[in-house]
Each structure stands twice: as C-alpha cells, then as structure tokens.
C-alpha cells in the first residue's frame, strides 16, 4: 500500500468491491483497469476474483470471505489486514478508511442492495459520512449509482434524459439544494431528513448539477439496465 | 373514513399496504383480519386486491394503479382519494397520514424493499418522521420488520434467539439508546448518523427491548424466512 499521494494531475482512483450478489451487477458495469487501487471489503474479495480482479488489499473481520479466496489473494500479492470480529466499524468503513489511508482521492463503491435492507441503508449512511470528505465518492449498488454530495463536493453528472433522479437528505436535512437538469427544480431549497420529496425526480437536460450548502445529498440514478446504460463519469476528485 | 377515534381498550389499528413485488412476501405474514383500517398507497391496491384484501381508503397520485382495480375498489366500497401528480409527499406520506386523519393508533405498512433503492431508503426516513410521532408504527418490507423507537416510544419484541437485529439511528444521531435482549448491548449509548456500529447485532434472549432519549431509531429485524419465522407482536399503542 506504499502509494504516491495523489497529484492534481492524477489522483488516485481506488475501486472498494463490497460482498453480495448484487456486487456482480455493479461490478459488469465498471472497467476495472480505470483504478489505481482495489480493495475487497471482506466477502467482496470471492466477488471481485470471480471476475478475475485481484484487489491490493482485502480488510475486514473476515467473517464472509472463503480460506481458498483469503489463499488465493495472498499468492496473487493482496495485503489481506483482519480486524476483530466485535468490531464497531463496518466492513465498508474500514475500506474506506483505507483507501484514504492509501491515499486515494476518488472511490467507487460498489455494494449490494438486494439483500439486506439494513445493510444497505447502514451503506449508504456511511458513504454520507464526513470521515469521508476528502474522497470524491460514488457507490454502484445493484442497478442504483449513487453520489455523495457535500456543501465543498457538488455533482455534475452526464446522464440521459429521462434518466429517474432522486436526491436523499441522509444523517439530517440538507440546505441550500440547488439543481440544474432536473424536471424538479431546486433553487437553494431545504430537503428534510424526515421527507420524501426528493424522490423521483427526471432529467431534462445533461450535464445534471447537483449542490448543497449545508448537509449530505445522496444522488442516486436509476435503476439503470446494465446493457443499455453506462456509469456516469468518474468521480470528480477537483470536488 | 368515518372511523370512531381510539380508544385505550381497543386503539385502532390500520394495515397500509403500498405498491412494488416485495409487499406479496410481507402481506403473506399478516392476518389481514387483525386490523381495523386498510390504506391502499396508490399501487398497493394492486397488491391489496389479489390478495382478496379491499382497503377501506385508496390514496396517492394514482399514477401506478390500474383503471379496473380502481373501478373494482369503488365498488366494493373503498373511498378513493386522488392527489396531484406533481406533489410533494410521497404516496406513503399521504397513506401515514390517512391513517392518523382516520384515528388509528397502530400502523403496519407493508412496502417493497428490493426494487427501486430510493424509493427503500426514502420509505425508512419517512417512518422516522415526528409527524407520525402519535402512531406506533412497524413496517414489514420484503423478508424484514421494521419498528420505529422514538423518545416516548419504545419497542418490546418477541423474538427467537439468534434473530439478526439492527439500530439505524434515522435522520441525525440517537443518544440514550438502551438494549434489552441483544448480544452487542448498549446501555445509553451513542449511535452516530453516519456510522455502521448498530448493524448486525443478535437476539440472545427474548422479549427484546430497545428504548433512547433523544433521536429515532429503526429497529431492522431480519431477514426472515416467510415459511418459518411468524412476525412479531403487533405494535403496542401505548407506546
């Protein structure tokens, strides 16, 4: 993990395979080639050498992850770090805090939505998390992409028109939403935490542009069909 | 609607059913008997009817249910309400607030968890909302049960040892979050908005009570198997 610190020029992308079926679903729509850097959070590690990717690093408690994967990872040259079963962090948290230990500067995530409810909302808190605001951050899960929003991060995103857009307050009510390309426009307008009024909004018109002044958006697009439509852009590590 | 307003022996209990594939796997686990009040949430009449249950009260834009279910609903009673397309709320916003309108004092909503991933994590933060604060409220979506502990609410579950249970703190953070019955047990604790630390906890003994002082929490049961795990008692209206 001796990483360079990442260059304006070219900050370093990492890719964070989680566990779950719905991982293949991300998984198929990514070039695993555009990353400098993979990690496997815990099971994630059988899902990503399915595809014949081999992570730099597997972290977890190690609860969910095969002894022929764990094996297999290690010959391949991953740096496999175990962390105690009774742990208060997620498999993703400690992910991402390698990442950024790594020194990345912009991560795809991509987890499971299908299968455990409580998983995946617990997911999509985390990635809102300001433990993360240095990481440009976007997750696939399933057939959703979703985008991290921050008062210093907005979100400029080529998506088709007609694309399904909704925008999630999470952890508190986000202020100052201001969106371009969306049937339902924002103009510094107020998203409580408690509402779903961000939901199922359209694009109009691409790029779409979505910023806050205060709290978290999740930006999630889709579902998408993995044959018919690509991942947006990267993550735009400028922010 | 012209329902009499609850009383302390026989509080009134209202089943809203709302649309999407996985409100089948939750509606197979009630007796729909058991409630007082059924409220359709637009595409939940589809699901509703098939199931041979008629709902007292069809609300939504109506932009996801078919003419002939409707024309049926009418005519076996049910008193249809109709909101702008271009609202606001959400159909599960305008069934919630039907129910109080109605005088229930209990809700079960059945919703779909697996589709649509906004509409998943937007339908969790709307039961968090104050303004359901009067009813006690459980969701049942796909293979999990939901219940919603607030300040003046808390939750006493039977539940078999070695059921998976999770604390999602819901639109900020819960504080004084006090367990009964878990393996990972909290005794006024802390979970943050953002953080994991409440996923994956276990029944160890039952009846299970989880309780805060400030803040709400999803208490996420599950996932069950529909065949072998009955739900858990209904919610308690006496908070």
Chains 1, 2 share one sequence.
């Not at 961000?198 to 109009?204: A, F, H, L, Y």
């Amino acid at each position: 993990m001796d990483q360079p610190p990442p260059s304006p020029s070219s900050p370093l992308a990492a890719l964070i395979v989680a566990a779950g079926p719905g991982v293949d679903t991300g998984l198929a729509r990514l070039d695993p080639a555009a990353f400098d850097l993979v990690v496997a959070a815990d099971g994630g590690l059988d899902r990503a050498l399915a595809r014949g990717i081999v992570p730099d690093l597997v972290v977890g408690d190690l609860d969910s992850v095969g002894a022929a994967a764990l094996a297999e990872a290690r010959r391949l040259g991953a740096r496999v770090v175990a962390h105690p079963r009774d742990k208060d962090e997620t498999d993703l948290e400690l992910a991402l805090a390698a990442a950024i230990e790594a020194g990345a500067a912009t991560a795809t995530v991509v987890c499971d939505g299908g299968g455990r409810l409580d998983h995946a909302v617990a997911n999509l808190c985390v990635l809102a998390s300001p433990r993360w605001r240095r990481l440009a951050l976007r997750a696939l899960v399933d057939e959703h992409e979703v985008h991290v929003v921050r008062t210093d991060r907005p979100c400029r995103l080529t998506l088709p028109p007609g694309a399904r857009v909704s925008l999630l307050p999470v952890g508190g009510p986000a202020t100052g939403v201001t969106t371009r390309g969306l049937r339902f426009a924002l103009e510094g307008g107020r998203l409580e935490a408690w509402a779903g009024r961000g939901v199922s909004n359209e694009v109009v018109s691409s790029p779409v542009e979505v910023s806050v002044t205060a709290g978290v958006v999740l930006v999630v697009v889709g579902p998408v069909s993995a044959s018919s439509t690509p991942t947006s852009d990267r993550p735009d590590a400028r922010g």
